[in-house]
């Protein structure tokens, strides 16, 4: 028989019982639902944890530090390191040639410090962080309200949402950090000029000066004693163009961490702010080079990563990522995926079996039929085509209202979480995902254990003798 | 004027089909029930024969053999120089579909399928065309006189109509015999001889071989040109019936 002649005889006969049919219809969408529902569930958890990793922006960072500096995150590195004081010193030279690694996007010192800002004659102490260019596009600042700095040197600045929020004199109480809108403390604030009070490290006064900055205004001399310390220290003032307030989390694990001022790169390190590991170079003899505390270094995709720390610690720096940790992660979820699919399956294993009983109910039910077909022409293998088709269609119309089903009730666990979420007064968030490749594999995954289901009834009726079937009415 | 003015068609004709020896036994608890026990026969291509018989003679259980749903304990039914019993049950499906109609006391149509759908089903099995079947059903299904039922179900007829749709189904892929178990067991007299009228046109218009059960002589003597007597699943009788032949269906009609 004809696959399309088939068909249309199997769906003209589910409808005939259907009642039976359909129970048996829906017994398979239940486990269908399930299935779909526990993977979404799986998925939309993993998916949840990679979104808050990747928009930490470690994915794809190595962070270099010193092994003078004596700072590494492995203690195996500390232990192989022949002297601290013979390591390579972390400068522009270093940062340069990490740069240069193939596999490396770019490599930026991390300047951060704390500093004081006055804002309508208030002061008001905070850390600040230089961020490159390139943090634009990450989504740790797709949240940004204004905008992002016209220029990696631009005398403007981006507020942290909590520090706006003081600037306003508005207090924003911890785990409340949703109740105030970004757009809202953004407003008053944006185009405002903030001023920023630093400490400016200068070479001995033998060097010339570093070129100063536009919008530079006062320069006070203090504290200047070239014959013992090697550089000087002097206090200066940078007005700032507010450009934009973010709403990234302080605390999040981005390298600019716990930083609620962020100026652009190029300018931070323009104005030579005291860094905290200055103090430390102070103890040994001066380089007229700076050194960096730490440098970030961007790879170009997350797989690169281990070739990137490999290559750096040939260079003789210590290196730290987060690709053991996701490692782990990801293990975990596939682990879990694996058993809430394990569960799943066991629901369609019971409609499966339902399948099996409506098939070999409907043999009995049209022996006669099956006799008539058979003494008609109907071969073995038409029969049990047939059957099979029939025990198809169930699965696949299962597995459509299956996934449907499955895709409302994860919609309704979401919306029931998000709810609790929001008495515990935390933000609501989607554990929730139903990818393409999961619906096309749920009807798949029906409709072949509806035919493995099929098999022995589809067996049976095909082996049925016309003359016994036709004897009995 | 018809295929039985010319004699060679019978007695020095082709054969249609040919028992040899066929046996069929099957054991019911201790006892072994021979239902046909030993048959040899020819009908002739073109012939109208029928089986006649007691209940229980073996005449259906032969009819069976003959139709190949069931296979011979021994012997051989050959049919267009094959034997069934060495046919595979592919190739035995296939000659049931093409070689052989039947149709039945009960009138074995499927209650759940129109008419049409009924007379279609062994087109689908056989893969006519789907734009050909409609137009095929609806001509047989007129060729019956069923033109105007062909959407009902056969639960909305009559016996008489439902054994004409079967007759319609039975015909539909062109098959070169007929075989006829009690066709019109379960008809009065009048809708029994309007099937028999509908039978004996087919085997003179279209030189179709005609083999009948049933246990109503009249009826074989009135209808059936040779009358074949079992008993006990033995063949005890083989006379022609002449008086039969020449009554064209179309003389009667007037």
Known sequence: ?473 | MSVDSDPSNHQSGRLALRAVEVCRHYPMGETLIRAVDGVSLEVRAGEFVALLGSSGSGKSSLLNLIAGLDRPTSGAVIVEDRDLAQLSRQELAKYRLRTVGMVFQSFNLVSRMTLEENVELPMRFAEVERSQRDGRARQALERVGLGGRATHRPSQLSGGEQQRAALARALINQPKILLADEPTGNLDSRTGTEIMDFIREFNQSLAMTIVMVTHERALAERYAERMIFLADGKLIGDQPNPAAVNTSVREQRR
Do not use: C
Request: net charge neutral; hydrophobic share 45%.
């Open chain 1, 1 to 473: 028989m004809k696959t399309y002649d088939l068909t249309e005889l199997a769906l003209r006969n589910l409808r005939e019982s259907s009642l039976r049919n359909s129970l048996t219809t829906i017994g398979i969408s239940v486990g269908v639902a399930s299935l779909v529902a526990m993977l979404s569930l799986g998925i939309g958890l993993q998916k949840l944890a990679s979104r808050r990793l990747a928009s930490s922006g470690l994915f794809d960072t190595v962070v270099v530090t010193s092994r003078r500096d004596l700072r590494g995150f492995s203690r195996d590195d500390e232990r192989n390191t022949a002297s601290a004081a013979e390591s390579r010193r972390l400068d522009e030279s270093a940062r340069q040639e990490i740069e240069r690694l193939p596999e490396a996007l770019e490599a930026y010192p991390d300047i951060r410090f704390v500093t004081e800002f006055r804002y309508q004659d208030k002061p008001h102490l905070t850390m600040v962080s230089g961020i490159p260019a390139s943090a634009r596009s990450n989504d740790a600042f797709s949240g940004i309200q204004g905008s992002f700095f016209s220029s990696e040197d631009a005398p403007e600045v981006i507020l942290q949402k909590s520090f706006a929020a003081e600037l306003l004199d508005q207090a924003i109480q911890p785990g409340q950090e949703d109740a105030i809108p970004v757009a809202q403390l953004a407003k008053p604030l944006l185009g405002q000029e903030l001023t920023m009070r630093y400490a400016e490290r200068l070479p001995p006064p033998s060097t010339e000066g570093a070129t100063v900055p536009a919008g530079q205004t006062a320069a006070l001399k203090e504290n200047e004693n070239p014959s013992e310390a090697a550089y000087s220290v002097i206090s200066r003032e940078q007005k700032l163009k507010i450009v934009g307030v973010s709403d990234l989390d302080p605390d999040s694990m981005r390298g600019a961490a716990r930083a609620r001022v962020f100026l652009p790169l190029k300018l931070a390190e323009h104005l030579h702010v005291m860094q905290p590991s200055d103090l430390r170079d102070s103890m040994r003899s001066f380089n007229k080079q700076p050194s960096y505390s730490t440098i970030s270094v961007r790879v170009k995709s997350p797989k690169q990563i281990e070739a990137v720390e490999q290559a750096i610690k040939k260079l003789g720096f210590n290196t730290f990522s987060i690709l053991d940790a996701t490692r782990s992660l990801r293990q975990f979820f596939a682990v879990l995926d694996l058993f809430l699919g394990i569960f799943g399956s066991l629901a369609l294993a019971v409609a499966s079996i339902g399948i099996v009983n409506t098939l070999v109910m409907a043999i009995l039910e049209r022996r006669r039929e099956i006799g008539i077909m058979k003494a008609i022409g109907a071969s073995d293998g038409d029969v049990k085509k047939l059957f099979f088709a029939e025990a198809g269609a169930m699965g696949v119309l299962g597995g459509v209202v299956g996934v449907a089903l499955g895709w409302a009730i994860g919609h309704v666990i979401n919306l029931g979480t998000n709810v609790y979420l929001k008495r515990q007064a935390l933000p609501p968030e989607n554990f929730w995902s139903v990818p393409w490749w999961l619906v096309g594999a749920a009807i798949i995954f029906a409709f072949v254990v509806s035919l493995v289901s099929g098999l022995y009834p589809a067996a049976r009726a095909a082996r049925l003798d016309p003359v016994q079937a036709l004897r009995y009415e």
